[in-house]
């Protein structure tokens, strides 16, 4: 019973010795940046706000699960986010815009020419923490005074990618973003009529794996 017992160890200890090898192999550090490249708006009666310019950079990284065939990848950037406001009906101002932003995907690779060139899709959620600005303010005519609305400290929503993987090094891909919640708070009267929900984001970026 013993010597079945100790075989049964050992054979656990060795899948388990052999699981983290495989893991270990499949688990990849890298740079991630992205650059926004197309505009995005809310489209409101009072404005129409388009990003200028905006940016994420950081640290990545991205582990194999060959069971199910796929990867998972999580990164930790700081984002920066620059507003130009074209005004409406009111005078109208957004601060520019400084974040924390986790994004974590579910990643399918397929090889074209192995170890030179490949394909990816790349799908999941991301959470994004303020660190400052954002803050909307619009000037009230008859008091001559602005209403000021700070924005949510908390942003989430889902991401998807697609792109080329080329030396097994470097992905570059083009990548779309939807947030999924509120702007600022519902109760700050008409600053409902601010709120965009489908507030989305294209942008091209790039990773390099060590």
Same mark, same amino acid.
């Given at each position: 019973?013993?010597?079945?017992?100790?075989?049964?160890?050992?054979?656990?200890?060795? !899948?388990?010795?052999?699981? %983290?090898?495989?893991?270990?192999?499949?688990?990849? !550090?890298?740079?991630?940046?992205?650059?926004?490249?197309?505009?995005?708006?809310?489209?409101?009666?009072?404005? +129409?706000?388009?990003?200028?310019?905006? !940016?994420?950079?950081?640290?990545?990284?991205?582990?194999?699960?060959?069971?199910?065939? =796929?990867?998972?990848?999580?990164?930790?950037?700081?984002?920066?986010?620059?507003?130009?406001?074209?005004?409406?009906?009111?005078?109208?101002?957004?601060? +520019? $815009?400084?974040?924390?932003?986790?994004?974590?995907? =579910?990643?399918?690779?397929?090889?074209?020419?192995?170890?030179?060139?490949?394909?990816?899709?790349?799908?999941?959620?991301?959470?994004?923490?303020?660190?400052?600005?954002?803050?909307?303010? %619009?000037?009230?005519?008859?008091?001559?005074? $602005?209403?000021? !609305?700070?924005?949510? +400290?908390?942003?989430?929503?889902?991401?998807?990618? =697609?792109?080329?993987?080329? %030396?097994?090094?470097?992905?570059?891909?083009?990548?779309?973003?939807?947030?999924?919640?509120?702007?600022?708070?519902?109760?700050?009267?008409? %600053?409902?009529?601010?709120?965009?929900?489908?507030?989305?984001?294209?942008?091209?970026?790039?990773?390099?794996?060590?």
């Amino acid at each position: 019973m013993k010597t079945k017992k100790n075989k049964l160890t050992i054979s656990l200890l060795c !899948f388990f010795l052999i699981s %983290i090898g495989t893991v270990s192999a499949q688990l990849k !550090f890298g740079a991630k940046a992205n650059i926004d490249v197309a505009d995005h708006k809310i489209s409101t009666k009072m404005l +129409n706000t388009k990003n200028r310019m905006g !940016f994420s950079v950081g640290p990545t990284m991205e582990v194999g699960i060959p069971v199910i065939g =796929l990867g998972l990848d999580a990164s930790l950037l700081y984002g920066y986010k620059k507003f130009s406001v074209e005004e409406k009906e009111k005078q109208a101002d957004i601060s +520019n $815009y400084s974040y924390i932003s986790v994004p974590v995907n =579910l990643k399918k690779r397929f090889g074209l020419v192995p170890r030179v060139v490949g394909i990816f899709v790349s799908a999941g959620p991301y959470a994004n923490l303020r660190l400052g600005g954002g803050n909307l303010k %619009i000037k009230d005519e008859a008091k001559n005074t $602005y209403n000021k !609305f700070k924005a949510k +400290n908390f942003e989430m929503g889902i991401n998807a990618g =697609l792109g080329v993987n080329l %030396i097994s090094k470097l992905d570059v891909g083009i990548y779309y973003r939807c947030k999924l919640t509120d702007n600022y708070s519902a109760d700050k009267g008409d %600053i409902g009529n601010l709120k965009d929900k489908n507030y989305q984001t294209w942008s091209v970026g790039a990773t390099y794996f060590f």
